[in-house]
């Protein structure tokens, strides 16, 4: 099992760090070519490019609205309802 990050050692934590990003750089990659031989991709490619920056948005959004209903629900005191 592997240590806490805080307890591992420069060198380990250097190698964990470069081994998962040329991981993640070579996945991407493959699947971005893998995707880009789609027809459908080929065909669509603004509509893609649409859902994806619609997707990256809607968690902020969502987190937003649900931050705004909490605080209506439970509207925090202002300073004017604090006595001196």
């Keep these: 099992m592997a ?3 805080g307890k591992m050692t420069y ?3 250097a190698l964990c760090n470069v081994t998962g990003g040329v991981g993640w750089v070579v996945l ?3 699947v971005g070519r893998f995707f880009g031989k789609q027809p459908f991709v080929k065909d669509h490619f603004e509509l893609i490019i649409i859902a994806i920056i619609v997707l990256s948005v809607v968690p902020a959004a969502w987190e937003f609205l649900r931050a705004r209903r909490e605080a209506k ?3 925090t005191p202002s300073a004017a309802e ?3």
């Design 11 to 13: 060198p380990r934590f």
């Design 73 to 75: 629900r439970n509207p």
């Design 3 to 5: 240590p806490a990050v």
């Design 82 to 84: 604090f006595p001196d």
């Design 28 to 30: 991407l990659t493959l």
